[in-house]
């Protein structure tokens, strides 16, 4: 069975400091991990995506993720927020067992304070 | 430029009516999905698409239809058995789930 846990519903930093948005996963086979970003009112965006190549995964806007099977983790970084970064953002897990299943989390919303 | 595309961005129901939303797109994707998303909420599959002529279920399609007669539409119908139908709908393509999927803006439903 397939599950994701985003470990925090809001995240709240300051512009100029780190960001990190922690995602735990259960994937019985390799799974594909994703994150994506929506802006209010606005579709899903991409941010990155882990496919068994490697571990460490850059995104757009200066973001990564880092996929570690021991810890069953995908948090998300970037060094620097910006206050175009507030956001939602969901961590994804897709996998192959029993055919399609993809999983999306609850959600942490970002909060970048001036 | 590919992409999804959905419409309309805004739409109003009045009570007992049924309502169409649009999705189209020109990525050549296969799969086609419709998603639901309450406030403060994540995403709920209403249903899915992995090639034309079939659809299944989601995990919440009662009160919903959708129809796959081509690769590039999937509209969604909202009917009037769907009791609560106020939210954000968004539609997404995808080669296969496993590759990820690209969304489309959105239709905002409103029931008056």
């Known amino acids: 069975a397939q599950s994701v846990t985003q470990l925090d519903s809001h995240v709240s930093v300051s512009e100029g400091t780190p960001v990190l948005l922690r995602c735990n996963y259960s994937s019985s086979y390799s799974p594909s991990l994703f994150w994506y970003v929506q802006h209010p009112n606005k579709g899903l965006q991409l941010l990155l995506k882990?496919?068994?190549?490697?571990?460490l995964v850059k995104g757009i806007n200066g973001f990564e993720a880092e996929f570690k099977k021991s810890e069953t983790s995908f948090h998300l970084t970037k060094p620097s927020a910006h206050m175009s970064d507030a956001a939602e953002y969901f961590c994804?897990?897709?996998?192959?067992?029993?055919?399609?299943?993809?999983?999306f989390g609850a959600g942490t919303r970002l909060f970048v304070k001036a | 430029d590919g992409g999804i595309t959905q419409s309309p961005k805004y739409l109003f129901r009045k009570e007992g009516q049924n309502v169409t939303l649009s999705c189209e797109q020109n990525l050549n994707h296969d799969a086609m999905y419709w998603y639901r998303q309450d406030p403060g909420q994540g995403l709920r599959l209403i249903y899915y698409?992995?090639?034309?002529?079939?659809?299944q279920k989601g995990d919440i399609a009662e009160g919903y239809s959708v129809s796959r007669e081509k690769k590039e539409s999937f509209p969604l119908t909202v009917t009037s058995a769907q009791k609560n139908p106020t939210a954000f709908y968004l539609c997404?393509?995808?080669?296969?789930?496993?590759?990820?999927?690209?969304f489309g803006s959105g239709t905002r439903l409103t029931v008056v």
């Open positions: 994804v897990v897709s996998g192959l067992s029993g055919g399609f299943k993809t999983i």
């Open positions: 698409s992995q090639i034309v002529n079939d659809f």
């Open positions: 882990y496919t068994s190549a490697a571990t």
């Open positions: 997404a393509s995808s080669i296969g789930g496993y590759y990820g999927y690209t």
